[in-house]
């Protein structure tokens, strides 16, 4: 068994290529103990235990950076031999840390939608009192 530091946040590319983890300061970090048989499932249950969110309701993806690595992007975890993996790294030191970004189930942040921006927006300043919107679903198709 291990103990991993998990902290929540998100990654960012600087303009030299350069990745860093920025942290949530709200949600800060955590301590998990891990084993080489841990499973992403249940990896994802304790961690999302610890900063008191329901793993049903949230994504939570997983990635850390091999130590002065920082020129390469974040090695994701998205299954059960990665955690693995991830564990070996950290008992030979070679990641000190876990990464954890939390996002809201069935949200696709890379899925690009069609919106006509010439059409008037539609929010309380120029609907009526009681009136309903009309609402045009084609207005939102998302791009094949």
């Known amino acids: 068994m291990v103990l991993i530091y998990v902290k929540s946040g998100e990654w960012m590319c600087s303009c030299s290529d350069e990745w860093s ?17 841990t499973l992403l499932e249940q990896l ?15 994504n939570a993806e997983f990635s850390y950076e091999m ?7 974040p090695i994701i975890i998205s299954n059960d031999r990665q955690v693995s993996n991830f564990v070996v790294c950290a008992k030979k030191s070679l990641s000190t840390s876990l990464c954890v970004t939390f996002s809201s189930t069935g949200v696709n942040q890379n899925q690009r939608v069609n919106i006509d921006l010439n059409k008037e927006p539609c929010d309380s300043s120029n609907v009526e009192d009681g009136e309903v919107p009309e609402i045009n679903r084609s207005d939102f198709v998302k791009p094949s």
């Open 44 to 58: 994802k249950i304790m961690v999302c235990e610890d900063y008191g969110v329901e793993h049903k309701a949230v």
């Open 67 to 73: 130590v002065n690595q920082r020129e390469n992007p």
């Open 21 to 37: 983890f920025v942290v949530d300061k709200e949600r800060r970090g955590r301590m998990v103990p891990l084993e080489t048989t």
